[in-house]
């Protein structure tokens, strides 16, 4: 399917200079969104996966929805503060500035295979931080996975050692 052509590009959002592709327009589709979930099953299935971690907030879409396909747990990754149990925090950079992820302390198991989903990839540093905190806990990458892919900024050097996965991608 040609996903692109459901995707929505917002120049100068949220600043200028900035060319945001919105995958709203994709998701309102839904014969775009069961294809997505298809092709992220059809790719994971069979793996091992004991955790899909989904990253905030667009991870929970595609993650949620993986998880019960593959009979894995799902586990959400959030911004500090918005997790109401004891949690591991990192800090890291993004394009726009610095930030933190939060994580439970008690959602991955020593040893467990971890999928980490999120709906895109452009420096890394979000997904980086995501398998700083799985590896905290003890747990085994077993992927990282994304919707889009901005190949031109390179995100996938962050990620060096893991089998990366994107469905659509951007020069």
Known sequence: MDYKSFIREVPDFPKPGILFYDITTLLKEPTCLRSIIDELVETYQGKGIAKVVGIESR?????????????????????????????????????????????????????????????????????????????????????VGFLVELLGLEGRKKLDGYAVHSLINYA
């Open 59 to 143: 991870g929970f879409i595609f993650g949620s929805p993986l998880a019960y396909h593959l009979n894995a747990g799902f586990v959400p990754v959030r911004k500090p503060g918005k997790l109401p149990a004891d949690s591991y925090e990192v800090k890291y950079n993004l394009e726009y500035g610095s930030t933190s992820l939060a994580i439970h302390r008690d959602a991955i198991q020593e040893g467990e295979s971890v999928l980490i989903l999120d709906d895109l990839l452009a420096t890394g540093g979000t997904a980086e931080a995501t398998v700083r905190l799985i590896r905290q806990l003890g747990g085994e990458i077993a992927g």
